[in-house]
Nanobody, 130 residues
C-alpha cells in the first residue's frame, strides 16, 4: 500500500528556512515521481517542485526557483524540500504526491498539475510570519 507522510512544517520568520520531508512506504523509489504542492487559504493547490526518481530531473515553480531545493534520500526513502529565504506568501499547507512511470516529456509539461499524481500525503502546515 502506497503511503506518503509529510513532516517538517512549522512557524518561521520571513527570511528563515525549513526542511520538509516526504517519507514514502509501500513502493521502491525507482521509476516514481515525487511532487510537492501547496495550498494557501482560499487559493487553489499549486505545484511547487518535482523530482523524477528515475533520472533525477527536477522542476520548480518560478515563485520558488533559487530558494527551494528538492532532493532524494534513498537510504531513508524520503524526498526533502529545502526551503530558504521564506516569504509570508509561502504560507500554506504543503503536500507531497507521487505517480509511477511518467515519461520525461509528460513530466516536463505536466508536473505542476495535481491530476497527474495518484497518491497524496496528508499535508504539513508552513507559516511564515514575524
Amino acid at each position: 500500500q502506497v503511503q506518503l507522510v509529510e513532516s517538517g512544517g512549522g512557524l518561521v520568520q520571513p527570511g528563515g528556512s525549513l526542511t520538509l520531508s516526504c517519507a514514502a512506504s509501500g513502493f521502491t523509489l525507482d521509476y516514481w515521481t515525487i511532487g510537492w504542492f501547496r495550498q494557501a487559504p482560499g487559493k487553489e493547490r499549486e505545484g511547487v517542485s518535482c523530482i523524477s526518481l528515475s533520472d533525477g530531473s527536477t522542476y520548480y515553480a518560478d515563485s520558488v526557483k533559487g530558494r527551494f531545493t528538492i532532493s532524494r534520500n534513498d537510504a531513508m526513502k524520503t524526498v526533502t524540500l529545502q526551503m530558504n529565504s521564506l516569504k509570508p506568501e509561502d504560507t500554506a499547507v504543503y503536500f507531497c504526491a507521487t505517480v509511477m512511470h511518467v515519461s520525461t516529456a509528460m513530466l516536463r509539461s505536466s508536473w505542476p498539475h495535481q491530476g497527474l499524481y495518484d497518491y497524496w500525503g496528508q499535508g504539513t502546515q508552513v507559516t511564515v510570519s514575524s
